[in-house]
Nanobody, 119 residues
Framework: QVQLVESGGGLVQAGGSLRLSCAAL????????MAWFRQAPGKQRELVAE???????HYADSVKGRFTISRDNAKNTVYLQMNSLKPDDTAVYYC?????????????WGQGTQVTVSS
């Protein structure tokens, strides 16, 4: 069973930076997509950024130019560098891994890490 372990959340002032990390333990899928989602109080969970094994990336419009997603395939780890943070970025951030084989699609979630941006 894949386990996603997140770290790096915290409290930061507006304009500051944080870096989130997510390690995928016991990951048997050499070809996968890793992503960060976030969920603010009273709102639906939304995609922030995703990256494929060959480093193709996609970002939500709200974070383009401020956030950068990257991955280290040898370490099965994905990172989210968040710069120029705004109070609207306050949310619980969740790591996600998606993969498939010839029979099924698999989707795994981390436990979430809180990011709070003060004004």
């Amino acid at each position: 069973q894949v386990q996603l372990v997140e770290s790096g959340g915290g409290l930061v002032q507006a304009g500051g930076s944080l870096r989130l990390s997510c390690a995928a333990l016991r990951n048997p899928f050499s070809d996968n997509t890793m992503a960060w989602f976030r969920q603010a109080p009273g709102k639906q969970r939304e995609l922030v950024a995703e990256i494929t094994t060959d480093d193709t990336t996609h970002y939500a419009d709200s974070v383009k130019g401020r956030f950068t997603i990257s991955r280290d395939n040898a370490k099965n780890t994905v990172y989210l560098q968040m710069n120029s943070l705004k109070p609207d970025d306050t949310a619980v951030y969740y790591c996600n891994l998606g993969a498939s084989d010839r029979y099924n699609y698999y989707n795994y979630w981390g436990q979430g890490t809180q990011v709070t941006v003060s004004s």
